[in-house]
């Protein structure tokens, strides 16, 4: 259960979308893109973003 409720919470942003989640007090100073393989052999993206807030 405690797994499920979890998985609800993933989102999947870009770095435009969560800027505009974040609002206009924040400015995106980074981001990096990582792909890693599962166990299942697939590929998984994983993206960072590095965020400061403004004033």
Not at 9 to 37: M, R, V, Y
């Amino acid at each position: 259960m405690l797994w499920q409720n979890f998985c609800r919470n993933i989102f999947d942003h870009d770095a435009s979308k969560l800027s505009s989640e974040l609002g206009q007090g924040f400015t995106l100073l980074e981001e990096h893109t990582e792909k890693h393989l599962t166990t299942a052999g697939r590929e998984q993206a994983f993206v960072y973003f590095h965020f400061v807030r403004c004033g």
